[in-house]
């Protein structure tokens, strides 16, 4: 589906629109021109607070949350002092900037809490030629190295000479340079690769349309970051773009299949999965009814099991191939990554071992999941995270199958992450054992 950034910001409801500019109650200030907008891209900061001159100009602006730009007075030693919302002594941020008149800013606040600080950008506002739109570029992700931004025609091989934006660092912002107006793509991958960690899908650019994009940490979804465009339009002046891909893996849980390679629409998403082991996730572009092959690696071309699925913008995925070779079946699982509550992780069950018995899941001596068969996947289920025993058990006896030393690998689960727990192998050549793996 095609975006264009005018036609759906109302759309769009996950960023926040921060109103600033000062109180009603405020002396009537002396403006000439002179203009800042901020954005709160610190990804473990609180709300904040943002005075200048200690003035409160925008109140408790969230994560990936910005203000359209105000009026603010010029001066060339202005006091700015940013706090965690509500309160007023031990600034996380505190400087002097400049402010020039008739002259428009932005005010990015970066980093992790402990080493927040304030990007401050001078934005060139001048009108861009007809038929193109002006873009500038913000590495805001404390996570990521350097990062390649290309802006193509949708499509187009990532085979440019250099991208369009070259090896940004955190905290780098480029000039602003103009974009062919219509239909784009915009692509990140890290410096000198071409396998995009982030991939807009096509977006409709606006002739005169005038935006910053902002590289941050991403709070969920197929990438590890996200995109935010600061833009001109008052009304809707931060905008997302989001990742339009979704993520997918294989598990490889038929005992005796050879190497397995997965292709969506004949194109090799995912290859070489050994038996009883599970790949990581990949990215796959969305789309309805998309045919889905699981081939052998060894044999190209040998299709061992092939159905069809419908893929969702930002949903995760996980293929299962069960059974013998000679049977294989091939189920979509859709997986549930949002996070749990502060101290516990949230794991789903599955019981991959074709010749095994009915089986209980046991965390701590306690049965969690039981009497589940071949082939059954539970829900997700909600537990203390931290160093845990886990058993499987032929199911109402105390006949233990797995232990924590064939669980690979051993489980320590962390606080506000998903697992799926799944039982492969065979009991009759003593293969059988069990996978932790983790849905992010």
């Not at 996730?281 to 690696?297: A, H, L, P, T």
């Not at 990554?337 to 502060?342: D, G, I, L, S, V």
């Not at 071992?353 to 068969?373: E, G, H």
Request: glycine share 6%; net charge negative; proline share 7%.
């Amino acid at each position: 589906m095609k975006k264009t950034f005018i036609a759906v910001l109302l759309l769009l409801p996950i960023l926040v629109l921060i109103n600033g500019c000062g109180s009603d109650d405020d002396p009537a200030p002396v403006y000439t021109g002179t203009e800042v907008r901020v954005l709160n891209a610190s990804p473990d900061a609180p709300g904040l607070d943002v005075l200048i001159d200690e003035k409160t100009e925008w109140s408790d602006v969230p994560y990936e949350g910005g203000s359209a730009y105000c009026p603010v007075v010029e001066g060339q030693e202005k006091n700015l002092m940013v706090y965690a919302s509500g309160e007023t002594w031990s600034p996380l941020i505190e400087k002097t900037i400049s402010l020039e008149k008739d002259t428009p800013y932005s005010l990015i606040f970066v980093g992790f809490l402990h080493y927040i600080e304030a990007l401050q950008i001078t934005e060139d506002n001048t009108k861009p030629d007809s038929g193109h739109a002006k873009m500038r570029v913000v590495h805001a992700s404390p996570t990521e190295g350097a990062l390649d931004i290309y802006v193509t025609k949708p499509g187009e091989p990532l085979n440019l000479p250099q991208p369009t934006f070259p090896d940004m660092v955190f905290k780098d912002f480029s000039y602003s340079r103009q974009i062919d107006a219509g239909a784009c793509q915009i692509r990140i991958t890290r410096s000198g690769k071409t396998d995009p960690i982030f991939d807009s899908g096509t977006v409709t650019v606006n002739s005169g349309w005038i935006f910053t994009a902002v590289i941050m940490d991403a709070t969920g979804g197929v990438s590890p970051i996200n995109l935010v465009a600061l833009t001109d339009d008052s009304q809707n002046p931060v905008y997302p773009i989001p990742d339009e891909r979704a993520l997918v893996r294989l598990i490889n849980a038929s005992p005796d299949a050879p190497l397995l390679d997965v292709l969506f629409d004949n194109k090799e998403v995912i290859s070489g999965v050994p038996p009883k082991q599970a790949s990581g996730y990949q990215g796959v572009d969305k789309g309805e009814n998309r045919n889905v092959k699981i081939n052998n690696f060894e044999s190209k071309g040998q299709t061992l099991i092939e159905t069809t699925m419908s893929v969702k913008c930002g949903e995760s995925y996980t293929l299962l191939a069960l059974n013998y070779v000679h049977d294989i079946d091939l189920r979509v699982l859709d997986d549930d990554a949002a996070a749990p509550p502060a101290s516990y992780a949230k794991i789903r069950f599955i019981h991959a071992s074709p010749d095994a018995p009915r089986l209980d899941m046991l965390i701590d001596n306690k049965v969690v999941k039981a009497d589940m068969a071949f082939e059954d996947v539970s829900d997700y289920v909600v537990d203390w995270a931290g160093k845990r025993e886990f058993t499987v058990n032929k199911a109402g006896t105390h006949d233990t199958l797995i232990e924590n030393y064939n669980i690979f690998p051993t489980p320590d689960l962390e606080e506000k992450q998903v697992y799926t727990f799944v039982v492969v192998g065979e009991v009759n050549d003593n293969t059988i054992k069990a996978i932790l793996l983790l849905d992010d």
